[in-house]
């Protein structure tokens, strides 16, 4: 043990003595908590580090770990004196996690995260991280971060967390586990207060399965209708309320899964919207399935916000993750598209019918969960959002506040988006929390059924859908929780992924059971809503829902939450 060590001990035994004679003070249990502080830095803003050295700055005293024993560790195992003391506050399951996290290899190139690194959500992801790591001068340590990552993803193993030690552009890098302590206590706060929440769900929608009357026949199952698909590939919106909102056209294509079996009524409509990064095949198998059972579903791609825009982002032939104009031009797709059956049908000799556009159902999800809500007249409350944007963008957990945020910078805030013949949601994951606040959902008065992931961790179930659920005061509305689903759960496998949002951390993927789950609880939904037929009615109780679910992704079905509001106060 150098000098320097012996001096740093004799300093923290000090600091022992003197927080031991404080009254109801654990310093084992706080020392074990700041041993823990430092895995969420190396685990979660771990790929933000440093160079030579880690300092680690607590109260008055200083400590630090060489970047080579982090290496050596995690290539071979083996743990130096100077390691070994903070290894020891971990589990082996933990041990075997953050050696597999230092060299776990993102599949970005330097193009791509340079990018992604320069748009606001990125920088707003930097700022935050900087609060935590910075350079050991505290200088420059936004642009130090920036480069680093920047760099390790040229580096010849790719952009790892090592790698990313390596690279940052200063001989050392500083960890403040004052503030990490802090973000800890933030996260488990939330943790906490979700899972509280989450079973109280549970447990408010307990309710024996009935094996006879309600369990029936399967609503997973295709119908008896056959039905086609076609591409409208030309569609062009001049309209003089496109250009009156945004100020320029828009070209986008749609794909319509209608009935080819003749019908002597009017065929229903139903929209579905895609979420941000995706495309309208995320969900082509759900669009399948309820042609099958008779209606016509249309399904647009949003330009400005699928998977082409990320694409073109990361090739650097975009300027950000979206347009913030697509909070304007997403609903406004929609009711062009039903403008223009309206005075077209369907352009395809093959369909034998007419439509019903007097009473249209819409299911979104995520961004789509947006859309939809807006469509059916959900107003922003844009003051409630400038003030969650300025005070709680660099501090929130919640990651799609930073898409929210986006809105703020539309021209026309006076744009009404409500189209009446919207007159059902499914929202699935939706956003728009703050953009909407209590007031906005209140102005929803159609059918409602919010679907919600309890491990989502893009729009965190808490603040995304539990609460919004709450403030809706439509009279018809159901609540429904996946528990242990994401945020992707219930989307297509072939459906295009999140490139960079994958490697910030969206969880598992796609999953049958949630694809299984959606076509039942759907087809239930908009039957009731948008066919008008009673008989659906207990498809859509807490006793159905236990008849589907399954294990790992238990399904919860509630049309209502009697949980007092406090317990829905997490920092959204």
Known sequence: MTVADRSSLANLQTVRKTVMRRPYFNFRRYSRLLSVALAVALLQAGPMLAAERIFLSFLFLERSIPIRDLE????????????????????????TQLRASLQERLPLNSVAIAQFLYTPVGEALLNRVQQVVRTKSGQGSFFALRSAFILAAKDPEGLTALSVLRNFPNAGVQVDVDTALELLNQVQTAVKTTNATVNAVIQQSKADPQADSLAGWSLSQSGLYDWERITLDNLKDESEKRMKYTGKAR????????????????????????????????????????????????????????????????????????????????????????????????????????LNLEQVGILGHSYGGYTAFALAGAKPNYPQLQQACQTGLESSLNISLALQCQALQTADKTVDLKDSRIQSVVAISPIGSNLFGESGYQAVQVPVMIVGGSADTIAPVLPEQIQPFQWLTTPEKRLVL???GNHNSTINTSASSPDVFSALG????????????????STAFFGRYVQGQEQ???????????????????????PTLTFPAAQTSQDS
């Open 506 to 521: 969206t969880g598992n993927g796609p999953s049958p059971l949630g694809r299984y789950y959606t076509k039942a609880l």
């Open 72 to 95: 050596l560790y995690a290539k071979e195992g083996r743990k130096s004196k100077a390691l070994a003391p903070y290894l020891g506050y971990f589990t082996p399951e933990q041990q």
């Open 536 to 558: 659906f009615t207990p498809f859509l109780s807490s006793s159905y829902a236990a008849n589907l679910s399954r294990e790992p992704l238990t399904l919860h079905l509630t």
């Open 251 to 354: 070209d986008f294509a749609a794909d319509l899964y209608f009935p080819t079996t003749a019908s002597e009524t009017p065929y229903p409509v139903l929209v579905i919207s895609h979420g941000f990064n995706s495309d309208r095949t995320t969900y082509a198998y759900l669009a399948k399935h309820l042609a099958s059972h008779g209606y016509v579903v249309i399904m647009p791609e949003h330009p400005g916000s699928n998977g082409q825009q990320i694409f073109d982002l990361l090739q650097g032939r975009a300027q950000d993750v979206t347009d913030p104009t697509e909070f304007i031009d997403r609903p406004l797709d929609v009711s062009y598209l039903l403008d223009q059956l309206a005075q077209t049908s369907i352009p395809d000799p093959r369909f034998k019918g007419s």
């Open 482 to 484: 996946i528990n242990n």
